[in-house]
């Protein structure tokens, strides 16, 4: 063990880092493949490192940097203040989000194989989640997230354990070696709050039916919204269905594929990941 964290500590320096930290994570736990993201609440994610195979791999790493990303449930709980931990992507998810309908567009596909009910375009399929949560500051959280192809088996709880018996040791880590570094692995576009999903449906919708809609795309129940919002259940119905005529929509699907033509005309990424 101790070889194994003199191996991580001396790599920190070395633009190779986090390949040497997803190295020091398989000693302990067995997974296919892994990604690296910092998270900055309601910005776009700061790329790292991911070490999927294969040009159409590296595609679905773009189609979720560039939209995707949004309504991903680690994404949306680290927006909420997600405390450092590890947690299993489906156990971040709101309550109907398997079931939401609003998946069914062209950069989704809608699988019971997955976790969390669907799987980003050209994303690698029939894999299992954990994600290692370590807040950096008060508007930075790093995931690693490990994936492990459900064939061999889903991630046991003994494995969660193991990952939560290094995390103050990679919290250290990570610390030391993006202090360094994040300059240069910040290669995604500067985006602020005001163009994010907080001004979808500007100068059409009011601020309260927006604020339903979001939690309608996070994939929350009506019952759930009204809870959250300190609302009753009739005045949620009530605010979407005012939202829906504004937007002159009418389902799910249409509303997150407008959501979708929103991040487009707002957002425009240009990464090329280097693994």
Same mark, same amino acid.
């Given at each position: ?7 991580? %500590? ?22 296919? =493949? ?13 790329? %790292? ?9 590296? &595609?679905? +790493? #773009?189609?979720?940097? @560039? ?8 994404? &949306?709980?680290? #927006?909420?203040?997600? =405390?450092?931990?590890?947690?299993? $992507? #489906?156990?971040?998810?709101?309550? $109907?989000?398997?079931? !939401? ?6 950069? $989704? ?20 989640? +954990?994600? %290692? ?29 193991? +990952? ?25 576009? @500067? ?6 999903? =907080? ?8 601020? #309260? ?15 759930? +919204?009204?809870? @959250? ?22 389902? &799910?699907? &249409? ?12 957002? !425009? ?7």
């Amino acid at each position: 063990m101790n070889d194994r964290a003199a191996r991580l %500590v001396t790599a920190i320096d070395r633009s190779d880092f986090p390949e040497a930290l997803v190295s020091h994570l398989g000693e302990r736990v067995a997974f296919d =493949a892994a990604t690296i993201f910092v998270h900055r609440r309601e910005l776009a994610p700061i790329y %790292v490192f991911d070490n999927f195979v294969g040009g159409k791999a590296k &595609q679905g +790493i #773009r189609e979720y940097l @560039q939209k995707t990303y949004a309504l991903n449930p680690f994404f &949306q709980a680290q #927006r909420n203040g997600l =405390a450092s931990g590890v947690y299993r $992507i #489906r156990d971040l998810a709101p309550d $109907i989000f398997f079931q !939401s309908e609003f998946y069914n567009d062209y950069r $989704i596909k809608v699988t019971s194989n997955e976790e969390i009910g669907y799987v980003t375009r050209d994303w690698p399929e029939g894999l299992a989640e +954990i994600d %290692v949560a370590i807040r950096l500051g008060p508007d930075e959280t790093v995931e690693f997230a490990l994936y492990r192809y459900r064939s061999n088996g889903d991630f046991s709880d003994a494995d969660l354990i193991a +990952i939560e018996d290094e995390l103050a040791f990679l919290t250290a880590c990570f610390g030391s070696y993006w202090r360094r570094n994040r300059a240069s692995d910040d290669l995604s576009e @500067q985006r602020t709050s005001s163009a994010g999903p =907080a001004a979808f449906g500007e100068g059409k919708i009011s601020v #309260r039916e927006r604020q339903v809609l979001e939690f309608v795309l996070r994939g929350y129940s009506s019952e759930s +919204i009204a809870a @959250q919002l300190g609302i009753s259940l009739a005045t949620v119905k009530t605010h979407r269905k005012n939202a829906y005529e504004k937007l002159n929509i009418s389902t &799910q699907a &249409q509303l997150f594929s407008l959501y979708l033509k929103h991040l487009d005309a707002n957002y !425009s990424m240009e990464l090329t990941p280097s693994r």
